[in-house]
């Protein structure tokens, strides 16, 4: 079945400071690929996504790259805010699976200033 | 536009007595909503899925008499929790989705509900 990895946190950087959040996959078909964002207490907002290889989805300073030959999506920012302080979760959507989202289990990332 | 709201925000309940929440598409028609629950500091996992006029799916381990999910509309699912007890405390999120209208793999979140019982 369908899985996602990411690298498990919490992840605690400086403001300013470069971002990557790691996220592989396995999949049965050929899967969209998403980043979610979370703030406390909230519900999810798309962050950003990317339907085949080689697509960059990018979003408010946040990019990612869907890699096929290494099955990745890393998320990555240049320079981080206190604001970006959210959990974050990798997922994928397959037509396999009835585009059931599969999440993974998230990465909570604090910016201190 | 693709905003889905939910109703309450949260809820405090008894122990034994029902809660509904609501989760509407507000500027589409949602073919598809799902349910999730999230525990502190966890992922979602997916309760079920619903589609307009049929029976929710369940996924495996979610009981479905305990869960009641209703998709009377193109706009509005509900979730039912019956006979609530404490371990029924949680984060439920929904997500909508309109296959048909240009959405197709992609779920618009709800900001959930925060269901506590006491």
């Known amino acids: ?113 | 536009g693709a905003v889905v709201s939910q109703h309450p925000s949260w809820v405090i309940c008894k122990s034994g007595t029902s809660v509904k929440i609501e989760c509407r598409s507000l500027d589409f028609q949602a073919t598809t909503m799902f349910w999730y629950r999230q525990f502190p500091k966890q992922s979602l996992m997916l309760m079920a899925t619903s589609n307009e006029g049929s029976k929710a799916t369940y996924e495996q381990g979610v009981e479905k008499d305990k869960f009641l999910i209703n998709h009377a509309s193109l706009t509005l699912s509900t979730l039912t929790v019956t006979s609530a007890h404490p371990e029924d405390s949680s984060f439920y999120i929904c997500s909508a989705s309109d296959w048909g209208g240009g959405f197709r793999n992609e779920q618009f979140f709800g900001p959930g509900t925060r269901l506590t019982v006491l």
């Open chain 1, 1 to 113: 079945g369908d899985s996602v990895t990411q690298m498990e946190g919490p992840v605690t950087l400086s403001e300013e400071a470069f971002l990557t959040i790691n996220c592989t996959y396995t999949a049965t078909g050929y899967p969209s690929l998403f980043w979610y964002v979370q703030y406390p207490g909230e519900g999810l907002q798309l962050l950003l996504k990317a339907t085949k290889a080689d697509d960059k989805g990018s979003n408010k300073g946040f990019e990612a790259t869907y890699r096929k030959e290494t099955t990745s999506f890393h998320l990555e920012k240049g320079s981080v805010q206190v604001s970006d302080s959210a959990v974050y979760f990798c997922a994928l959507s397959d037509r396999d699976s009835n585009y059931k989202l599969t999440f993974g289990k998230g990465t909570l990332l604090t910016v201190n200033p």
